[in-house]
């Protein structure tokens, strides 16, 4: 059973980073597509970014080209997602997803339990 | 990138009631189309994929149809457990991007 347990909650200043963890369990970790999600209060769903973990290299939202740096480690099963100079705007629950099928596989059958991340001064 | 949109963004339903979401894509996508389910303060969970493809354990009065530009959610007999906001998601190409949102609530 696929399982994928995210890092907790966190409260940021503006204009610091964050780097939220999500730990994947169960099937093959590095062969499918790992995406951040996240859903600002409010707000609908907003794909971030993607990596194969046994690739390496990951594929990013324009909006968030140059701020957001999703990495993976195969050896631990976990993929970060660090968000850096933050704004208030950044306010919103993150999740980490993996793709169905391996590869570039975008839709998203497993889902972490989401992390709260609170930009405030 | 591809652009999502859905009709309506809300709707309000009875239990029973059989409703249908539309989402169509700015170009075409092929079958690349999936839905989500989600509730608040829950993950979302993958209804359907690939425009008409079932996942495992998803109730059969949901279904998908589509193809192209134009796609349809149907949920034949909606449940109490159904009041959610549903999402469509291409994923043809990367970004792989969502679609506004249909928040289906109880009349």
């Known amino acids: 059973q696929v399982q994928l347990v995210q890092s907790g909650a966190e409260v940021k200043k503006p204009g610091s980073s964050v780097k939220v963890s999500c730990k994947g369990s169960g099937g093959t970790f590095s062969s499918n597509v790992i995406c951040w999600v996240r859903q600002a209060p409010g707000q609908g769903l907003e794909w971030m970014g993607g990596i194969v973990p046994l690739l390496g290299t990951a594929t990013y939202a324009q909006k968030f080209q140059g701020r957001v740096t999703i990495t993976a480690d195969d050896s631990t099963n976990t993929a970060y997602m660090e968000l850096s100079s933050l704004r208030s705007e950044d306010t919103a629950v993150y999740y980490c997803?993996?793709?169905?099928?391996?590869?570039?596989?975008?839709?998203?059958?497993?889902w972490g339990q989401g992390t709260l991340v609170t930009v405030s001064s | 990138d591809i652009q999502m949109t859905q009709s309506p963004s809300s709707l309000s339903a009875s239990v029973g009631d059989r409703v249908t979401i539309t989402c169509r894509a700015s170009q075409s996508i092929g079958n690349f189309l999936n839905w989500y389910q989600h509730k608040p303060g829950r993950a979302p969970k993958l209804l359907i994929y690939?425009?008409?493809g079932f996942q495992t354990g998803v109730p059969s009065r949901f279904s998908g149809s589509g193809s192209g530009t134009d796609f349809a959610l149907t949920i034949s007999g909606l449940q109490p457990e159904d009041f959610a906001t549903y999402y469509c998601?291409?994923?043809?190409?990367?970004?792989?991007?969502f679609g506004p949102g249909t928040k289906v609530d109880i009349k």
């Open positions: 998601q291409h994923s043809y190409s990367a970004p792989p991007t």
């Open positions: 997803a993996r793709g169905a099928n391996s590869g570039y596989d975008w839709g998203l059958a497993y």
């Open positions: 690939g425009a008409s």
